[in-house]
């Protein structure tokens, strides 16, 4: 994982560049993409499992993933789900709507040391969005004869399941991709069950696997369990995990676990014993 | 201690009397000065112009959950511990502007806080909250993105410390290597080296040991109207800080504290201290390095909104809000993040220790509770004090 970049030399940490929608798609009833171009100055481009901070001017402040890997456009692009007053201001803002945007923060997925195994990324819910951005590189690679990228997406239901444009395209890439929901309704013909159920059938080589874990935390252990058990090296997991964050610089003090500032440290960081502890035990 | 010639070469003498010049010549560079004054029963850092507004005689009592003062009669201008305000205040304001967002054509005219400062001396700091404002130094300013007005209120300060005579109950300064005595960081540092004569005394007897610990300081120094010091200047002051250094009680060792700290998250003490503890963030307040800070809107019907930044606390249940609800839903989870991360997690993040040994937490604590020691008994280094649970 690669540390994050200081800020531009000159710009006050806590102010936000000023950033219009551009483009807006719902994904599922609370899930919504928005594209964001700038006004005038733009943030530096984010590595896929970065995050930015995204003002929505009058309401608040939030830490939001960055949802595709950078590209020639100058964009960036979030997949924000609707569960508080800022979130619900950023999935109802519309094109043309202002939108504030910092960063980009933290460390990211470290997709640059990935691609020559195997890669098994495995998302809950929201927690698709922040690997997406690294999903498209892994599967751009893997057309080019890089190495197997396996997804495992598990959702709470079929209506659930969101970035279904990109599960097309990584799909089409070459990427094996396997989707399970929590319970369905009668004449679903997909998986119903648990995503660490999928694991087993995914047919990765574990010894030469990395995975890309992000999701509830509940999810995020019982999925490294599962690749544990499976004979993934604990070392070559590496997971994205969640704090509150008022700042994304270190500065604010909100984002703590145990010896860790995530905003800092993480969100994504190698899973170790010490991890395994601080989640089940430091915070309780 | 054995006196080294150049602590005498830099060492000079002012009289009490004298103590005016030194405001004049804060003013006369453009500084605002705070020092000692009494409000509401309390030592605060005020504004002040001149040595009449320090509270002569005045001398605290402090005690877990409890803070008094007394007018002693004695004439002595420095003769108390520590307040509830400390330096951190200047760096990091309780409330500041991070910007102002007006309407402006269908978009939004964004214009960020001023981030300059204006100049701002402190008179009477202890040595203690200096080496706090270096821990908080390294957390605001030391990293990748440093903090653009701290950092230029930092610079715009200056620190005229106060070595300790008369430390309070609460002090365990000599425990952390805070104080009594200071070697770096301020501009200026005094002692009160002698008590102030009795009436029909002399009252020249009553005289300041000053040192410049900065260049500034050394410029401030030199337009002060003092005197040589001697030999037996040296020694009063080594005698004073002796008897201070053995008045403060000795807490146990932080890093075996820390260490024990860590190997101890499960222990049922937390839960016990969680039954005295209100959760109501006064530790977190009167800290000189607690730095959570949280982000707030306010707009109003013309549309124009500011953007805030305030003093948080991780007492608050909301200071660990997720969509999933607050992290941190006990309060013997609220404590434990309070205790591991000051005096254990902070070394890690920071490379120094969150605590300096202030005991301002103990004594604001409403219930008297004694961070060092509930740490030492839940680390097994040490018996835990019981007392303040009314």
Redesign the interface.
């Known amino acids: 994982m690669t540390?994050?970049?200081?800020?531009p030399a000159g710009t006050?940490?806590?102010?936000?560049l000023?950033y219009r929608v551009v483009a807006r798609r719902h994904e599922t009833a609370d899930v919504t993409t928005l594209r964001l171009s700038p006004?005038a100055d733009a943030v530096a481009p984010g590595r896929p499992g970065q995050f930015n901070m995204l003002s929505a001017?009058?309401?608040?402040?939030a830490a939001i993933s960055l949802s595709a890997a950078p590209d020639a456009t100058g964009e960036v692009q979030h997949t924000i789900?609707d569960?508080?007053p800022v979130s619900h201001a950023l999935c109802t803002s519309a094109p043309g709507d202002?939108v504030?945007v910092r960063g980009p923060f933290g460390t990211d997925w470290g997709v640059d040391d990935l691609g020559y195994g195997d890669t098994v990324v495995v998302a809950g819910g929201i927690g698709l969005a922040p690997l997406a951005g690294a999903i498209d590189v892994l599967a751009e690679r893997r057309r080019y004869g890089g190495g197997r990228v396996f997804v495992a997406v598990g959702a709470r239901n079929p209506d659930q399941v969101m970035l279904r444009a990109e599960l097309g395209r990584w799909l089409a890439a070459g990427v094996r991709v396997r989707v399970t929901v929590d319970a369905a309704p009668a004449g679903f013909t997909g998986g119903v069950g648990l995503v660490t159920q999928l694991l087993p059938g995914l047919g990765f080589d574990p010894a030469r696997t990395t995975a890309l874990v992000c999701g509830?935390?509940v999810m995020i252990r019982f999925s490294v369990r599962a690749l544990v058990d499976l004979g993934v090296p604990p070392g070559a997991v590496r997971v994205s995990l969640?704090?509150?964050m008022?700042?994304g610089?270190?500065?604010?003090?909100?984002c703590?676990l145990?010896?860790?500032?995530l905003c800092?440290d993480g969100p994504v960081v190698t899973w170790n014993d010490e991890l395994a502890?601080l989640l089940t035990?430091?915070?309780? | 201690m054995r006196l080294d010639p150049p602590f005498l070469a830099s060492a000079r003498v002012l009289a009490a009397g004298e103590l005016d010049t030194l405001f004049a010549a804060l003013a006369a560079r453009g500084y605002e000065t705070l020092a000692p004054g009494v409000r509401d029963g309390v030592i605060r850092l005020v504004p002040a112009s001149g040595a009449a507004e320090l509270p002569a005689g005045m001398h605290d009592r402090q005690a877990p959950g409890s803070y008094a003062l007394e007018d002693g009669g004695d004439g002595e201008l420095f003769g108390y511990a520590v307040g509830p305000d400390s330096l951190k205040g200047q760096l990091l304001p309780p409330h500041q502007s991070?910007?102002r967002?007006t309407p402006d054509e269908g978009?939004?005219r964004?214009e960020?806080?001023p981030?300059e400062a204006a100049r701002v001396a402190v008179v009477g700091a202890r040595p203690c909250e200096v080496a706090a404002t270096t821990v908080l130094e390294r957390?605001?300013i030391g990293?990748?993105?440093?903090?653009?007005?701290a950092a230029a209120r930092r610079k715009a300060l200056f620190v005229v410390a106060l070595e300790c005579r008369r430390p309070a109950t609460t002090c365990r300064c000599t425990s952390f290597g805070t104080g009594p005595g200071l070697e770096h960081g301020a501009d200026l540092v005094m002692i009160e080296l002698d008590p102030p004569p009795k009436r029909g005394g002399d009252p020249g007897a009553h005289r300041f040991l000053v040192r410049a610990q900065s260049p500034a300081g050394a410029e401030v120094l030199a337009a002060l109207p003092t005197s040589e010091a001697t030999r037996r200047d040296a020694d009063r002051r080594r005698d004073a800080l002796g008897a201070a250094t053995r008045a403060i009680a000795a807490s146990s060792n932080p890093e075996v504290v820390a260490r024990g700290l860590l190997g101890h998250?499960?222990a049922p003490g937390w839960e016990e201290i969680a039954s005295r503890c209100l959760s109501c963030g006064n530790c977190t307040m009167v800290c000189p390095t607690?730095?959570?800070?949280?982000?707030?809107?306010r707009?109003d019907l013309s549309?124009t909104?500011e953007?805030e930044?305030r003093w948080?606390s991780?007492f608050e249940v909301?200071?660990?809000?997720?969509?999933?609800g607050p992290?941190?839903r006990?309060v013997a989870?609220r404590y434990?993040?309070w205790a591991?991360?000051k005096l254990a997690?902070w070394q890690?993040?920071f490379g120094t220790t969150g605590c300096v040994g202030c005991g301002r937490c103990v004594t604001w604590c409403p219930v008297g509770i004694d961070l060092g020691a509930e740490a030492a008994a839940l680390a097994g280094t040490g018996a835990a004090s019981r007392r303040g649970t009314t």
Request: aromatic share 4%.
């Open positions: 540390n994050a970049s200081s800020a006050p940490v806590l102010v936000p000023a006004v001017f009058g309401v608040g402040e789900r569960v508080g202002l504030g509830p935390e969640e704090r509150n008022q700042c610089t270190a500065l604010c003090g909100h703590q145990g010896p860790l500032l800092r502890t035990e430091n915070e309780r | 991070v910007l967002a978009g939004l964004i960020p806080a981030t957390v605001l990293g990748a993105y440093p903090d653009p007005g998250i499960e607690c730095f959570c800070t949280e982000v707030r809107d707009s549309g909104l953007r930044r948080s991780c909301g200071h660990s809000l997720l969509t999933s992290v941190r006990s989870a434990r993040q591991t991360h997690t890690t993040q």
